[in-house]
């Protein structure tokens, strides 16, 4: 497995990861905000999950919100 193969794999767990923590965390104020209708909270949390089955598929027409240009092993071995 190649270096940028595994930072590819990272980038994109960390990512979910993030989207994922907004996506849940959005949902729990929204249910919160809604005090007495049990149907309309559950609508809130199936809309969160199903945000949360399309989000990997998203990737393939958003692009990524996060680049890092690495630098060169050329350059870091210069740098030695």
Request: a negative charge; zero cysteines; charged letters at 10%.
């Amino acid at each position: 497995m190649s270096e940028a193969f595994a930072r590819d794999g990272l980038l994109f767990a960390g990512e979910m990861f993030l989207f994922s923590a907004v996506i849940l965390a959005l949902a729990w104020e929204a249910a919160q905000a809604i005090p007495n209708r049990a149907a309309l909270r559950h609508l809130v949390w199936v809309g969160a999950f199903v945000a949360l089955i399309a989000l990997p598929m998203l990737t393939w027409v958003v692009p990524s919100q996060f680049h890092f240009a690495l630098p060169s092993a050329s350059a870091i071995s210069e740098a030695v």
